[in-house]
């Protein structure tokens, strides 16, 4: 069974600058998850999505960072414009029923 | 509100000898209590859960935790590491069962390091 793919695994941008990742679930996975996590620190939820309604954007910074899941399948995050303490790794991850699988991760840096 | 408290940031251990990591958790309803490791560049895995059946849960590579709802704790134990073992553990807490109905919220995680 394929696992959580993501693209690209690494960004380095410029402050103002905008950026997208992609993530593609296992194949059925109903359930997907964008998690950003800062170094030292666990991964925070960013926003959950059912299908491709969202369940969960209330730690999303809406002014910068949206997030789409079209067909219920595929998922991009974007965030613009960039800002320096948006650096960190942006994990993604899908559920069937229980357990969360997690992706490889995005490592972006904003200079 | 649930969180999740992680002992120490930076565990060091030697090859051979017991690992323990150490993990508190608060929550206002009966927690669902998660071990996940993480090695560099990589995403999370899944260790071992708790979800109520039995307090001494085992997971994978030979890690076990003991849930305690008197010390509201989660300890990660294994009785000897191993070099494979350096990696970053974090300790989570949800609602749910981490499916669909609850978020999961993480510590802030523990490096540990194994010595030959």
């Known amino acids: 069974e394929a696992g959580v793919a993501q693209s690209p695994r690494y960004k380095i941008i410029e402050k103002r600058q905008s950026v997208a990742f992609w993530c593609n679930p296992i194949?059925?996975?109903?359930?997907l998850y964008w998690y950003q996590q800062i170094l030292g620190q666990g991964p925070k939820l960013l926003i959950q999505f059912q299908n491709n309604g969202v369940v969960d954007d209330s730690q999303l910074p809406k002014d910068r960072f949206s997030a789409e899941r079209l067909k219920g399948v595929d998922s991009t995050l974007k965030i613009q414009p960039a800002k320096l303490e948006d650096s960190a790794v942006y994990l993604c991850a899908s559920s069937l029923v229980r357990e969360q699988y997690f992706g490889p991760g995005t490592r972006l840096t904003v200079t | 509100a649930q969180s999740v408290t992680q002992l120490g940031s930076h565990v060091s251990v030697s090859e051979g000898a017991l690992v323990l990591l150490r993990c508190n958790y608060s929550?206002?309803?009966?927690?669902?209590l998660f071990w996940y490791v993480q090695y560099p560049n990589q995403g999370l895995q899944l260790l071992l859960k708790y979800t109520s059946a039995a307090t001494l849960v085992k997971g994978i590579n030979g890690f076990e935790a003991e849930f305690k709802k008197s010390e509201t704790s989660f300890h990660l134990t294994k009785p000897s590491a191993h070099m494979s073992d350096a990696a970053e553990y974090f300790c989570a807490v949800s609602d749910d069962y981490g499916g669909s109905q609850g978020n999961l919220i993480f510590g802030k995680g523990t490096k540990l390091s194994v010595k030959p």
């Open positions: 194949s059925g996975h109903a359930t």
């Open positions: 929550s206002s309803v009966p927690p669902y």
